[in-house]
């Protein structure tokens, strides 16, 4: 017996079957933009005078791509609107020449001069790396029959053949060396990876942890195995892992999450030869990170001496792919003159939040400066909560990778052990039940909430207090349930809205996932009862320990809608709440208990939020999900667009994405890519099809001067039509 609905999915599938054939068999390209200089000033005119140039950094190996006089001047000049782009283009010629060609015109330099140089003399950003195809692509890989919803189902299909467009390796015909007559900032790879994808054209390090969950689920291992392989190369030949695959990253690393990587693969595919390599080079890095970032903290709760890790980096320049962002922090006309000692400190900061990941969050920023200027921030005095628990996961998986017994295993152990006592010791608030960074600068916790808090559990590091209490363990994650019943997306990295790209209300593939994973490291004892009830009056709110997200509920960001923001306090501001569950939440179910409910509230939510926004730039999936009209797609600026994946989204608005930052957002994009299809195949089961809201002009990215500046509103009802089509 068949029945009518599964032979409407089955149409439906394999409609969406074919339009992705059709995807999967084109070969891939690459398509190089080059940017054209444009002068931020009449070409006549000349540049700016500038401060002088920052110390040579011995880390940084090249007189063009690194902090210096030719890098300074082209910054100042400003031709591109992100830094990055210059730092990206491979010269046209020799370095020799290209050096004499700048001496040149160093005098009385103008616009004209600068863009006749860049043009002269350098080529197209990013030509150095090429697409390439994966021999092993299967456009079916078994994770897509653990959805149940056919829209959900179709759309991780299309998801997971965007890997196609997103395979990289170096293109050694246009690569810069020896007998070749450019140079580049490239670190060349010599095996095949996937890229975040826009301005992010390389491999990066902490990124391709949630990637190669995604290339699991997807089945593409040879592509895994080659990610670890360039890692492991670097660490052969550089003795840690940079940022990312340029030589302007030489001075940082980033999340140390290559264990974890390795870890998953011999987990997945049971392949452990790679151990023979991988295991040295993993101690190789821990040394790295032992010998660079650790720092001996007494503890002043017992007085206990811990080894711990901070990030922190040496550097004392502008970072050269946001040469003219760090330099205009620096030299801002409108804040206090710095001296060189003050600026080398500065530039040691901001290259230190970009090592965390997380650039830019008011969680750096030192106690009491909170103007918003990035001048303020004090990350090397903090030993920050995630950093020290991803090495305690470090450890505990290196030695279980080496198996039971065995020296090498023991010391991972024992110094896993440390790390444990450590983070509950400096970083535990039992009272707030929460974790904080512990700040050196004043020798106490940092009251400053953030998604930080959720990654000792992920990684095996829980409190006694949560172990034995359901109340106190639901009381850890009530944040999750505030954000699901008030919010209508995602989780926010904090709840403050400083403009900053790692704040509020912007929301992340990393953090979203590590909630998940810490939910599901709890026993079942303490997770698997009711959610504690509200009782009249109360809210969402209510339910969190008092004091733990460092604000009054009244300082909550209020979530806006069409009619305006809703109020942010008490009952009335849970809005989501209804039916049991959560508006784009799934479905409860009976006796489910209070951790799945927010397993499966979280996980509907990062599918509605991932989808929606691709509908709202132009997504369709043929016979289920019209396109939206052209009207609509003029709002988001998506008449070309066939939908974007991107980097990061908001926790107020499902159709858009995140903003703020250093740059524009960016669309690909290899973690949104892996986490749908990790919560694709382990929630698979739970998910829904999302009801995405009515586009609005809010969701327009910039304003734009043809639309009416008042909100209009749009009628689309892009539920409503798929509704109809099931
Ligand atoms: C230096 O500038 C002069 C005058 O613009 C030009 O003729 C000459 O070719 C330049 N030399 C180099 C090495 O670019
Ligand atoms: C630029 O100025 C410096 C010092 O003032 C001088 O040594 C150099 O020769 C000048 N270069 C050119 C191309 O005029
Ligand atoms: C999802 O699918 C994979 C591959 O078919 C399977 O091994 C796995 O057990 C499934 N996961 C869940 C949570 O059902
Ligand atoms: C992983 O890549 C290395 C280097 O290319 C190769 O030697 C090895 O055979 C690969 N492993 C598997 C299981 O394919
Ligand atoms: C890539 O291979 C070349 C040639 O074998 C080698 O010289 C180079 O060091 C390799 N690159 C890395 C990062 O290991
Ligand atoms: C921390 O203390 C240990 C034991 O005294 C010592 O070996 C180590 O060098 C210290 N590390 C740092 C970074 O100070
Ligand atoms: C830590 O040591 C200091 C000095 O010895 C002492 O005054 C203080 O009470 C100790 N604190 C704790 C928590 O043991
Ligand atoms: C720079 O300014 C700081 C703060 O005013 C001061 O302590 C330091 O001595 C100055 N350093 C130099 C080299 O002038
Ligand atoms: C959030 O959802 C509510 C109702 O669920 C809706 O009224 C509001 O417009 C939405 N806000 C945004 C920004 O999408
Ligand atoms: C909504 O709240 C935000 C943040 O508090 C505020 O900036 C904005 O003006 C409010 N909008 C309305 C319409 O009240
Ligand atoms: C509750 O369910 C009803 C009927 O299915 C639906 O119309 C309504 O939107 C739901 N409310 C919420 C908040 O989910
Ligand atoms: C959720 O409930 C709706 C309405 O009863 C149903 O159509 C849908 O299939 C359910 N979803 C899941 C994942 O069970």
Known sequence: MVSLAALVQLACLLRAASVLAQESTASPTLTLSTAIPSATAPTSSELPSQVSV?????????????????????????????????????????????????????????????????????????????????PDFDPNPSFLQNVTNPLVQAWSKIVHGYWTQLIRGTNSSNLCGSDSECESSLIPLNH????????????????????????????????????????????????????????????????????????????????????????????????????????????PFTNQTHLV???????????????????????????PTLNDTQKADLYAELA???????????????????????????????????????????????????????????????????????????????????????????????????????????????PDALLQDSKAAFGHFASVNLVLSRYNGTFPTTFVNSGQQWDGPNTWAPHQYIILQALRALPANVSSGNPPSTEDGQSSWDLIPSGQLGMEENQLPPQPSNTGNITNTGPNADINVGNGTVVNGGNATSGEGWSVMLQRELANRYITSAFCSWVATGGSIEGMVPRLSPELLNITQSVNNTGNMFEKFSAFDVDSAGRGGEYTVQAGFGWTNGLVMWIASNYGNMLNAPECPLITLEDAQTSSASLNASPVMWTVAIAMAITALL
């Open 192 to 299: 095949t990876f996937v890229v975040p994808g826009g301005r992010f054209r390389e491999q990066y390090y902490w990124d391709s942890f949630w990637i190669v969950e995604g290339l699991l689920e997807s089945q593409l291992y040879s592509v895994v195995n080659s990610t670890l392989q360039n890692f492991m190369d670097e660490l052969d030949t550089i003795g840690f892992i940079p940022n990312g695959g340029r030589i302007y990253y030489l001075d940082r690393s980033q999340p140390p999450l290559f264990i974890q990587m390795l870890d998953r693969y011999v987990k997945v595919t049971g392949d452990r030869s790679i151990l023979d390599r991988a295991l040295p080079l993993a101690e190789k890095e821990l040394t790295w990170w032992h010998d660079n970032r650790s720092l001996n903290v007494t503890s």
């Open 309 to 335: 890790y901070h990030y922190s980096v040496n550097n004392s320049a502008p970072r050269p792919e946001s040469y003219l962002t760090d330099y205009m922090t620096a030299n801002d006309p409108d804040a």
């Open 54 to 134: 920052p110390p040579k950094q011995a880390w940084c190996p090249s007189e063009i791509f690194c902090p210096g006089e030719l890098l300074q001047t082209v910054n100042i000049a400003h031709l591109f609107p992100d830094d990055k782009t210059f730092a990206d283009k491979p010269t046209s010629k020799s370095s020799q020449e290209v050096l004499a060609a700048f001496r040149n015109i160093t005098n009385d330099t103008t616009y004209g001069q600068i863009i006749d140089f860049v043009e002269q003399n350098f080529g197209g950003e990013g030509r150095e790396l090429e697409a390439l195809t994966v």
């Open 352 to 462: 230190s939040g970009a090592e965390t990941g997380w650039d830019y969050t008011m969680r750096w920023f030192k106690d009491g400066a909170n103007d918003g200027s990035l001048r303020n921030l004090g990350i090397r005095d903090l030993v920050a909560v995630d950093l020290n628990s991803i090495l305690y996961r470090n450890h505990i998986a290196l030695a279980d990778l080496y198996g039971s017994s065995n020296d090498q295993a023991d010391t991972h152990r024992s110094a896993a052990a440390d790390l444990h006592t450590a983070v509950l010791d400096l970083m535990w608030d039992n009272d707030k039940l929460a974790f904080y960074d512990f700040n050196l600068a004043t020798n106490k916790r940092k009251n400053f909430f953030s998604t930080a808090n959720f990654y000792p559990v992920w990684s095996g590091i829980i």
